[in-house]
């Protein structure tokens, strides 16, 4: 069984940054496309970034330079390195798991909120 668990969600102030983690288990990891997705009440779901099993990265553009996702395939393990953090980042952060690798998310973890202040 999939499970996704991400941890690290938190307050700061615009500005400030944060490490988000995602602890993986149930399935062969490291074959997986992985992504990080955000949601801000009453906005449509962002993919913020994604990592495929070669490491290859993509990032919205909206977060290019600041937010760095990588993937650790020894501990099962995605991070996502939030920094220059703004008050438009403020939203409920989700991994997700693409286990074809064909652009289909289909497992999810229960979301880590991050909040930024100004």
């Known amino acids: 069984q999939v499970q996704l668990v991400e941890s690290g969600g938190d307050s700061v102030q615009a500005g400030g940054s944060l490490r988000l983690s995602c602890a993986a288990s149930?399935?062969?990891?490291?074959?997986?496309?992985m992504a990080w997705f955000r949601q801000a009440p009453g906005k449509e779901r962002e993919r913020v970034a994604s990592?495929?099993?070669?490491?290859?990265?993509n990032y919205a553009d909206s977060v290019k330079g600041r937010f760095t996702i990588s993937r650790d395939n020894a501990k099962n393990t995605l991070v996502l390195q939030l920094n220059s953090l703004k008050p438009e980042d403020t939203a409920m952060y989700y991994c997700?798991?693409?286990?074809?690798?064909?652009?289909?998310?289909?497992?999810w973890g229960q979301g880590t909120q991050v909040t930024v202040s100004s």
């Open positions: 997700a798991a693409d286990l074809a690798c064909r652009e289909k998310y289909t497992n």
């Open positions: 149930g399935y062969t990891y490291s074959r997986s496309c």
């Open positions: 990592i495929n099993i070669f490491g290859y990265t």
